[in-house]
């Protein structure tokens, strides 16, 4: 059975699927969640694709930190890879650990980049992850008949 907190139960409500690409951004040995990491590509059965890449990916991980530059550019960056419906998943440091991120921080930039924040959690001991996703222009049209 997975606890609330195990990385197998933080996947789950990431929502990661087999058979997913997933591009991962900003990760450094010294600080991402090794175990969470594993969960994942465990999950999806693929490694993380870098930003090398040339695939439309499912998902895109980004482990930010204060000091990484400026959020809205890698948000729009990120969304040039991803599906129309896919997720960008911010890991950001919790509250008192290194390279914290303000939650105002995070809330503006989603605007700013076409994005919407939809959910934010702890994944762990050290990080938080929010959901964000692209706002879409047609999402109100009136069905047609």
């Known amino acids: 059975m997975n606890s609330a907190h195990s990385p197998a139960a933080t996947v789950e409500r990431l929502g990661i699927n087999k058979d997913q690409l997933i591009l991962e951004v900003g990760f450094d040995t010294t600080d991402c ?3 969470l990491r ?3 590509t465990s999950k999806s059965g693929a490694p993380f694709l870098d930003a090398t890449a040339q695939e439309v990916v499912d998902v895109v991980i980004l ?7 400026d959020l809205v550019d890698e948000l729009v960056d990120a969304l040039t890879y991803l599906t129309e ?3 960008i998943w911010l890991f950001t440091p919790k ?5 914290y991120v303000e939650a105002s921080d995070i809330q503006d930039a989603a605007p700013t980049a076409g994005m919407s924040v ?3 959690f702890s994944v762990g001991a050290d990080w938080s992850a929010t959901r964000f996703v692209a706002r879409h222009a047609g999402s109100n049209k009136k069905k047609s008949k």
């Open 33 to 35: 969640d090794q175990a």
């Open 38 to 40: 594993d969960a994942i």
């Open 63 to 69: 482990w930010w930190r204060e000091d990484d530059g």
């Open 85 to 87: 419906d896919g997720p």
């Open 95 to 99: 509250m008192g650990r290194s390279g």
């Open 118 to 120: 939809t959910t934010s």
